[in-house]
């Protein structure tokens, strides 16, 4: 086995980025072995996989961080369950960056530090922050042999549609300096309200700009799928009604990734 790295992204706030990274783990993991990558300052994933919230004190020099400095993610993977493990992360990300100016590190430096877990796991699902910096693009310039993939989230509003082509000119960009192989797996929709009357057109609008980029599976506001941060995924009675838009996506996830392999 060889790991998929699956990266969601977009430069624009509140897309769902961290809850759909976080259910697509918590699916993928329910048949394959998946490793979870906090690449947010925020540290929503690592709180929404642990249900741990003061991420500062509970991680501190334990998380992403760590492992990108030091070239191994090994020490910092915590076990969720029954193959889902998560690398967190929490504030201190915000100091990335200096070690690149410092040219401490490069843009293979995540890759470089996954390198050891490749074989370990089926998938490696990654959550960025929004924006279109280090940590954003180094998941992009993490090469497998097995694949890496985008999945660009978007909600349907005009800043987000606006930041899909910037995100896509990232990819671009990582594609012709690091990473050829890196593919659009597609564009999500998600957060959608179904009584918005601008959904059809601002879909539309996505088909026309980007055919055959957007899943046929959308992600549609629910509170149960809110609540799960609160919840969680054990003992949960609403689990199945949180989780029912998501179990098509990531079944066209992995559709998509297979053929995009043959
Ligand atoms: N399908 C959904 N139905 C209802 N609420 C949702 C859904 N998806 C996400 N949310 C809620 O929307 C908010 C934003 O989601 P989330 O934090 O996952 O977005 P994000 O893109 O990761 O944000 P950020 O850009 O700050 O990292 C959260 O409060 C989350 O619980
Ligand atoms: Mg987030």
């Known amino acids: 086995m ?18 759909s990274s976080g259910i697509t783990a918590h699916i993928l993991s329910k048949t394959d072995k998946v490793l979870a990558i906090d690449l947010d300052g925020q540290g929503n994933l690592t709180s929404f996989l642990t249900g741990e919230y003061d991420i500062c004190n509970a991680f501190q020099n334990k998380t992403i961080l760590e492992g990108i400095i030091e070239g191994d993610v090994r020490p910092y993977i915590i076990n969720i369950k029954h193959n889902l493990s998560l690398v967190p992360s929490n504030d201190f990300l915000a100091t990335l960056s200096r070690h690149f100016y410092q040219k401490k590190m490069d843009y293979q430096a995540l890759e470089k530090a996954l390198e050891p877990v490749m074989e370990d796991y089926d998938w490696i699902i990654i959550d ?8 954003t693009v ?4 993490a090469k497998s042999p097995a694949g890496s993939y985008a999945v660009i989230m978007f909600d349907g509003s005009m800043f987000a549609y606006f930041a899909i082509q910037k995100f896509l000119d990232i990819i671009e960009a990582s594609q012709e300096r690091h990473n050829p192989e890196l593919e659009v797996a597609g564009i999500l929709f998600s957060l959608i309200d179904s009584r918005a009357k601008e959904n059809e057109p601002m879909k539309e609008s996505v088909d026309e700009e980007y055919p055959n980029m957007a899943f046929k599976s959308i992600i549609k506001r629910r509170a149960s799928t809110r609540r799960l941060a ?3 995924f054990e003992n949960n009675s609403e689990l199945d009604n949180a ?3 998501y179990v098509p996506f990531v079944e066209e996830l992995k559709l ?5 392999q043959n």
């Open 2 to 19: 060889t790991a998929k790295i699956v990266t969601f992204g977009i430069s624009k706030g509140g897309c769902s980025k961290s809850t």
């Open 128 to 135: 960025t922050p929004p924006a279109l910096g280090e940590q």
């Open 138 to 141: 180094l998941p992009l310039c």
């Open 230 to 232: 609160l919840e969680g």
């Open 243 to 245: 989780l029912e838009f």
């Open 256 to 260: 998509r990734v297979q053929k995009q």
